[in-house]
Structures are given as structure tokens and as C-alpha cells.
């Protein structure tokens, strides 16, 4: 397998952008998402116990708290430093953090050895990749470096949140991140159509076993084949 | 990061295994170093506890 980027300079440089949009608002970021989401908590919970979870695209490491519960070690995989420090520091405070390794990578070129993982959520993140192309080339990754039996679960903003009434295909765009003092900092995003998030899965080759739209989101628990 | 992360990181352009060259423990704790593809050669750098496991022309500097 060959994931060298270098043949697409534009997604590259897109992927950078999104870093460094989350660089820049990381710490204001970080202190406005201090609540894991329902669906992640039913979720872990309802997951058989294992050895390594993994939190793709963990921010504040809300998430990777709760796997902390169900894992001896849990891996933190974030594109920006900014926020790999905010999760460093909820660790600390919290008292995961001797469960806890923190990872800069890009979901896409995913530097994790294959059949690993046991446990792992991929929730809010997808849907910050350029293109359709990277979106299901991290998919594929992440049924890579699952350990059979292992499960995830992946959400990504959908059509059906109330925001994008009108909208009934999947499409890219941008919202706005408003720091203090009222610098508003665009984020890009691809709201994804419940139908494409199937058709993204089906093709990742991932097995699903459940998708769901809940709040907005399309949710899927997948395991590899 | 803990020494036992190793075992599963890989190098993200060709998943080959990694060694650590130049590492700085702090206890179990590796809090720099330098992690190097055993296929490609390609050199990852720790810093303060944190591996950046970027791919090369995606590191902060790295024009675009």
C-alpha cells in the first residue's frame, strides 16, 4: 500500500488548511466541546472491553476518555498540535493520561500498523477531508487497522441537520468558527448525504452494522471484513 | 508517548515499520527522538512527548 500524497498537491494543500484553521482556533475550541456526545457514550458503552482504542480526529480527547474505559491504552490522532495539547491537558485534569498517547497524523495516510485496534471513534472529523477521494481512502484505513472483532463508530454532519433544509445532495462548504473577540475563522466542511455516507462506507470496505441519523449526523458502528 | 506506541506506529506513506533513533526518556515516557522508516528512510520527529506522524509535505513549514 502507497498513500504518498505528492500526486495531488491540491489535497495536500487543502488538508493543510484544515490544520492550520484548527491551529488557530484550538484553545477556544477545545473549551466550547467539553461534553462527550450521547451517541459515542452509548456506543463505548455497549462495546466488549480491549487492549488498544483509538479517538480519530480527537480534538479535546472527550472521546478518548470514554474509550479509556473500555481500553488498557488509547491512542489520541489529531491533524493539529493546538488540539493534541488541549487533550493532553484534559488527560492530566481528568486522570487518563497514563492510558494516553497523543499522535499528529492525517486520517487519511493513517500511521498505524494494521489489525490493531479494538475499539475506535471517528465521530466529527470525516467530513473536515477535502474530497471524496481522501474521505473513503480514510475509511479504508480505519477497516485497515482494526483488529478483527474490532468496531468503530463514524459520524459525519449530514443533510438532515435543520441547518441545510433545501439541501437533498451531499455538498462542500464552509462555516464560520467566531473566536472571541469576534474573528470568525472558516472551517471547510462536506455535508455529507445519508445515501453517500452509505455508498462512502460500502466502498472503504468496511463492514457496517448499523447506520443511523441522529441530531444531524449520519452515525455508522462498522468493523473490518 | 510511551515506549509500548511503537509496537503499532508505522510510517504513513508505506507502513513500514519505524525505529527510534536519538530518543530522551523520561521514565516509560519518550518525550523526543526520532522515528525513521525502515523502508523509506523517511525521519518523524517526537517532540515534547508527541510524534508527528505527518506526512512529509503536510509538516507545519512545508510549503504548500
Known amino acids: 500500500m502507497d498513500d504518498r500524497p505528492d500526486g495531488d498537491p491540491s489535497r495536500t494543500a487543502r488538508t493543510a488548511a484544515v490544520k492550520a484553521t484548527y491551529e488557530r482556533i484550538a484553545t477556544h475550541f477545545a473549551a466550547t466541546r467539553e461534553y462527550a456526545w450521547p451517541e459515542v457514550k452509548s456506543f463505548v458503552a ?11 480526529g480527537c480534538g479535546n480527547c472527550r472521546h478518548a476518555e470514554l474509550l ?13 498540535r493546538g488540539l493534541l495539547a488541549t487533550g ?5 485534569e481528568r486522570g487518563f493520561d497514563d492510558q494516553l498517547d497523543l499522535l499528529e ?4 495516510t493513517l500511521p498505524l500498523a ?9 465521530v466529527a472529523t470525516l467530513h473536515h477531508l477535502p474530497t471524496r477521494e481522501t474521505r473513503i481512502a480514510s475509511l479504508a484505513a480505519l477497516e485497515r487497522v482494526l483488529a478483527p472483532g474490532g468496531r468503530a463508530l463514524v459520524s459525519a454532519w449530514s443533510t438532515a441537520h435543520p441547518t441545510f433544509d433545501g439541501h437533498d445532495e451531499g455538498f462542500d462548504t464552509t462555516v464560520d468558527w467566531t473566536l472571541p473577540g469576534g474573528d470568525p475563522v472558516a472551517r471547510f466542511y462536506h455535508i ?10 460500502e466502498q472503504s470496505g468496511l463492514s457496517v452494522r448499523e447506520c ?13 471484513r | 508517548m510511551n515506549e509500548s506506541l511503537l509496537e503499532i506506529l508505522r510510517c504513513p506513506l ?17 518525550v523526543s527522538g526520532t522515528l525513521v522508516c525502515t523502508e523509506c528512510g523517511e525521519r518523524y520527529p517526537i517532540e515534547d512527548g508527541i510524534p508527528n506522524l505527518l506526512p512529509p509535505d503536510m509538516r507545519e513549514g512545508t510549503p504548500a
Open chain 1, 46 to 56: 455497549d462495546c466488549p472491553p480491549g487492549r488498544v482504542g483509538l479517538d480519530l
Open chain 1, 114 to 122: 494494521s489489525d490493531t485496534i479494538d475499539l475506535a471513534v471517528y
Open chain 1, 212 to 224: 443511523t441519523v441522529s441530531s444531524g449526523n449520519c452515525y455508522a458502528v462498522v468493523e473490518s
Open chain 2, 14 to 30: 508505506d507502513k513500514a515499520e519505524l525505529t527510534l533513533e536519538d530518543a530522551e526518556y523520561d521514565g516509560d515516557e519518550i
Open chain 1, 68 to 80: 479509556a474505559t473500555r481500553t488498557d491504552r488509547v491512542v489520541g490522532l489529531d491533524l493539529s
Open chain 1, 192 to 201: 455529507y448525504d445519508p445515501d453517500e455516507f452509505d455508498a462512502d462506507l
Open chain 1, 105 to 108: 497524523g492525517d486520517a487519511a
Open chain 1, 88 to 92: 493532553r491537558t484534559r488527560a492530566r
